[in-house]
C-alpha cells in the first residue's frame, strides 16, 4: 500500500488527536469524585453520551464513543482492515456471546457490541446457519470448528478456547496482507504477550499439554513448541527462560522473585503497543498516524475505566494511579 495514499487522511487523525484527553486532565479525574468527574467529562467527546445514571451506565458511554470513532474512521480509511484490527475484538465478544446465546437457547442481543463492519443479524445468520456472503473465510472458519466442537462437547468454555485462537491467527492474517511492516510489528508483539501471559497462567494452574496446544496460539515469533516443553515443569522454569528472550527486560518488572504480577503483565502489554505507535507523532505520511489514534482512544477508555471502576470500588487515587496506562500528549 502506498503512503501517499493517507495523505487526505492523516490531517483529519491530527484533528481528531486533539481530542483526545490530556495527561493532566487525568490528573484532575483520578483527584475528583463521580460526580465531579461526570462534570469534567462533559466538556469532553463523551459529554454528548453522558446520562444522569452515568456512573451505573458508564460503560455504554465509554463503547459509543470508541465504537462511533472507529465507525467513522472504517469510512475514510484507504484499508478498512486496518481499523479491523482493533474493532476485531468487539466481533469477538458478539461471536462468543451469540454462539453461547444460540446453543443454550437464550437471547443476548442487548450484550452485542457494533464493531463497524458486521452487524447483529449478520452474525447470527452466520452462527445458525454456518453461511456468511459477508464474513471472512477465516472468521467463517472459527464457527464452523465451534459447531463440530459443540457437537461433541456441552463444555461453553470450548466456544472462547476456539474463538480466541482464531482470533490471533486472523489478526496475523491481516497485517500480512495489509503489508505495514509497523502494523505486523504492533500485531506479532500483541500475540506474544498474550502467548506469555496465557502460558504461565496455564502452568501456575497445572494444565496438561493438551491444554497448552488448544489455548496458544501459533501465529506469534515464539514458536508455540516452545511453551508446551514447560507444560510438565514448574512455572519457573518457564519465567526463567522469558527472562533470556528478547521480551526479558520489558516483562523482568512483573516476573521478580516467586510471585507473578499478572496485574503488572497486562500493563506491560498494553504500554509496549503505545511505545511501538509513538513514534507516529513525528509522521506525515504512512498509516502510523491512523494506528497511534486507534490504539490511543482503546488506551483512553481502559483508563477511563478504571478510573471510575477504582472510584466506586473505593480504590485510593495511589492505587488507581499505578494501574493506569501510558498516554502521551498529543
Not at 84 to 97: E, G, P
Not at 111 to 117: E, N, V
Not at 222 to 233: G, H, N, V
Not at 252 to 278: M, V, Y
Request: proline share 4%; net charge negative.
Amino acid at each position: 500500500m502506498k503512503q501517499d495514499l493517507y495523505h487526505q487522511l492523516n490531517p483529519y487523525v491530527r484533528l481528531k488527536e486533539t481530542e483526545i484527553l490530556a495527561p493532566n486532565f487525568y490528573e484532575q479525574l483520578i483527584a475528583s469524585d463521580l460526580p465531579k468527574i461526570k462534570e469534567l467529562l462533559m466538556g469532553t467527546v463523551y459529554g454528548k453520551y453522558i446520562t444522569e445514571d452515568f456512573p451505573n451506565n458508564f460503560d455504554a458511554v465509554l463503547n459509543q464513543e470508541l465504537l462511533a470513532s472507529y465507525s467513522e474512521l472504517v469510512e475514510r480509511a484507504p484499508k478498512p482492515e486496518v481499523v479491523f484490527i482493533f474493532t476485531m475484538r468487539f466481533t469477538l465478544h458478539n461471536l462468543k456471546v451469540l454462539t453461547k446465546a444460540y446453543y443454550i437457547g437464550e437471547n443476548y442481543d442487548h450484550l452485542y457490541l457494533p464493531d463497524g463492519f458486521y452487524d447483529l443479524d449478520e452474525l447470527k445468520h452466520a452462527i445458525e446457519t454456518g453461511k456468511s456472503a459477508v464474513l471472512p473465510p477465516s472468521i467463517l472458519k472459527s464457527i464452523h470448528e465451534v459447531k463440530a466442537y459443540l457437537a461433541e462437547s456441552a463444555i461453553l468454555q470450548g466456544i472462547d478456547v476456539i474463538y480466541d485462537r482464531r482470533f490471533l491467527k486472523e489478526q496475523r492474517r491481516l497485517g500480512e496482507e495489509i503489508g505495514y511492516p509497523e502494523l505486523l510489528k504492533e500485531i506479532v508483539v500483541f500475540i506474544d504477550l498474550t502467548n506469555i501471559i496465557t502460558a504461565l497462567r496455564c502452568l501456575l494452574q497445572k494444565r496438561t499439554q493438551a491444554f497448552l496446544t488448544a489455548v496458544l496460539s501459533s501465529s506469534g515469533s515464539i514458536p508455540k513448541e516452545t511453551y508446551l516443553d514447560f507444560a510438565q515443569k514448574d512455572v519457573s522454569s518457564l519465567r526463567d527462560y522469558l527472562l533470556t528472550t528478547e521480551y526479558g527486560d520489558l516483562l523482568s518488572p512483573a516476573l521478580r522473585g516467586d510471585e507473578i504480577d499478572f496485574s503488572q503483565l497486562d500493563k506491560i502489554k498494553d504500554n509496549r503497543l503505545t511505545e511501538l505507535f509513538a513514534s507516529a507523532q513525528t509522521e506525515a505520511f504512512g498509516p502510523l498516524p491512523l494506528l497511534a489514534y486507534l490504539n490511543a482512544k482503546e488506551v483512553e477508555t481502559k483508563n477511563l475505566r478504571l478510573i471510575i471502576t477504582g472510584k466506586k470500588s473505593g480504590f485510593t487515587n495511589e492505587q488507581i494511579k499505578e494501574r493506569m496506562r501510558m498516554t502521551y500528549d498529543i
